[in-house]
């Protein structure tokens, strides 16, 4: 047999044999993200006149947590460890967490809800307790850690001696939605997975403690400082 008709015997056996390996692996794959463009909140409000005053030291005080989730308990402390760990790696000020045992000593309740009626004196004592200037009010307004999953963050940046609102966000991050799903991925490929894709990058949809970390991380991002 002519060696040249053997050759090319051969080298069509061997392309044949790895586009099959190739079109195994494409159907095997996970699907990734169709590109489009990440989710950015909308809903924020930042008074420039009240970032007049230098916020080095702020004061945060426990979360509320208003979601429908039977564990309450639990859900809530995930979402303070969270937030904790979320604004001391954001840096925007020194935060200082305020305990609800010593918020209940000085104000009379472990937690306070935005728009709730304050002692008057509130802002001052917390100013003189713990040296800050300013007071972060921290409120989850909804949670829902099944696919889609869906949180809602408010929070409120208030200065403690003019008592003037710096900064204050309201905002629902809806996994279903692909422009937040595609924040999210990009969430977990550059700040929790250490820069590099993985097969389960997706589960980040799926995962309600990566998620929060997603959310809350977008909320800190629209800090005026």
């Not at 002692?119 to 200037?133: L, R, V, W």
């Amino acid at each position: 047999m002519n060696r040249n008709l053997i050759k090319s015997q051969l080298i069509t056996v061997l392309l044949t044999g790895v586009m099959g390996l190739f079109l195994v692996a494409c159907s095997t794959a996970p699907k990734m993200f169709s590109r489009v463009p990440a989710y950015v909140p909308q809903n924020v409000v930042t008074n420039q006149v009240a970032m007049d005053r230098v916020v080095q030291r702020v004061a945060v005080l426990p979360i509320v947590f208003l979601g429908d989730y039977s564990d309450r308990q639990m859900t809530t402390e995930m979402f303070s460890g969270i937030l904790e760990s979320e604004l001391v790696k954001r840096g925007a000020f020194e935060p200082y967490f305020v305990t609800g045992s010593a918020l209940n000593s000085l104000t009379g309740s472990a937690k306070w809800r935005l728009g709730e009626k304050i002692p008057a004196d509130f802002f001052e004592t917390i100013s003189e307790e713990f040296q800050c200037q300013a007071v972060l009010f921290t409120v989850v307004n909804h949670y829902h850690p099944y696919p889609p999953q869906t949180v809602a963050w408010r929070m409120k940046l208030i200065d403690s001696k003019s008592q003037e609102t710096i900064w204050e966000i309201d905002e629902l991050f809806d996994s279903g939605n692909v422009t937040v799903a595609q924040a999210a991925n990009e969430h977990y490929i550059l700040h929790q997975s250490g820069g590099t894709r993985h097969r389960d990058e997706r589960s980040v949809l799926n995962s309600p403690r990566r998620f929060c970390q997603y959310t809350a991380f977008a909320t800190l991002e629209t800090l005026p400082y």
